[in-house]
């Protein structure tokens, strides 16, 4: 079997074969310190930080040696086995070597610093974002460029983002040009910011069933609200919520905001039959 062929099996993706699983490794000193004081502004006390993907530790490494408490999350037994020789016995750092998808997340509040392989962005979103019970409370990540884009986009109208900025506060901050990694991937990145609000705009508890309602809504994002909510609220209950969101019954639903969205949940809990309620999305 060929070199590439064998690489793209066992998904080590080593350097210089195919690179399928994301190893795009920062080499860049100044985008790499850029990130890094970034988080201090957040890092808090003992609470940990996941690095996930953490590849030979270019984010690893300097947060260790700034003695916060790491946790860094790879998946390629090779690129484990150069951190740990890399990083000796660092107290303050655990190799955690498995699909990050697949781990236990810290049920203590934690952050996450990761320059994360294109390929998982959403799940892992999604897992740290998503889940209502997730402890994540603040992030920054390097992504894809599009996507930063898109996460950050106003007004959104994907119900599954939407979701995660009901409860966080997305930001990008910069590009990073493609030059600084190695191998150098196809597109440019970006640094991404996560918050988590002080207040979520939707409580917990009801996050499944706003998922429910932004989908719903959100079918088709240029329907006017009266039309794309027209089957969960009375005519008059409608009155009730466009004058509660100030605008006009004819805007399109997909240019609500987060704060809009959260007028429309909350006037469906108060107001509207349970019969009427969107069903529960199944999570994939
Ligand atoms: C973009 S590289 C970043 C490496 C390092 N953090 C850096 O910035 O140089 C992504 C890393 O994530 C690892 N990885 C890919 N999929 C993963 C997964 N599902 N769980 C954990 N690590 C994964 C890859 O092996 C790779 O080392």
Redesign the pocket.
């Known amino acids: 079997m060929s070199k590439q062929k064998r690489t793209f099996r066992d998904g080590r993706?080593a350097e210089g074969t195919t690179n399928f699983?994301?190893?795009?490794?920062?080499?860049d000193g100044a985008a790499?310190g850029r990130i890094v004081a970034l988080a201090q502004s957040r890092a808090e006390g003992d609470r940990p930080i996941l690095?996930?993907?953490?590849?030979?530790?270019?984010?690893?490494v300097p947060m260790a040696e700034r003695g916060w408490r790491v946790l860094a999350?790879?998946?390629?037994p090779a690129?484990a086995e150069k951190l740990r020789a890399k990083l000796g016995d660092k107290p303050n750092v655990r190799i955690v070597e498995?699909?990050?998808?697949?781990?236990r997340l810290p049920r203590e509040p934690f952050g996450v610093v990761?320059?994360?392989?294109?390929?998982?962005t959403t799940r892992?979103f999604d897992l740290l974002l998503g889940t209502p019970a997730s402890s994540f409370e603040w992030g920054v990540f390097?992504v894809e460029r599009g996507a930063a884009y898109r996460f950050t986009a106003d007004p959104v109208t994907d119900p599954r983002l939407l979701g995660w900025r009901m409860r966080y506060d997305l930001k990008m901050t910069h590009t990073i040009s493609r030059d600084s990694?190695a191998p150098r991937?196809r597109v440019d990145a970006a640094v991404l910011c996560a918050t988590r609000r002080k207040r979520p705009l939707v409580p917990d508890g009801g996050a499944e069933r706003f998922l429910a309602l932004a989908a719903h809504g959100l079918r088709e994002p240029r329907l006017p609200l009266f039309e794309a909510l027209g089957d969960v609220f009375t005519a008059p209950q409608l009155k009730v919520l466009c004058r509660a969101l100030g605008g006009d019954r004819n805007a399109a639903i997909g240019t609500l905001d987060e704060k809009r969205w959260a007028i429309v949940y909350e006037t469906m809990c108060r107001y509207a039959d349970r019969s009427r309620w969107p069903r529960r999305v199944r999570r994939k």
Do not use: C, W, Y
């Open positions: 993706g699983s994301g190893q795009h490794l920062l080499v790499i690095d996930i993907g953490a590849g030979k530790g270019a984010l690893t999350v790879e998946n390629d690129m498995r699909n990050a998808l697949d781990m990761a320059n994360i392989p294109f390929a998982i892992l390097v990694f991937p």
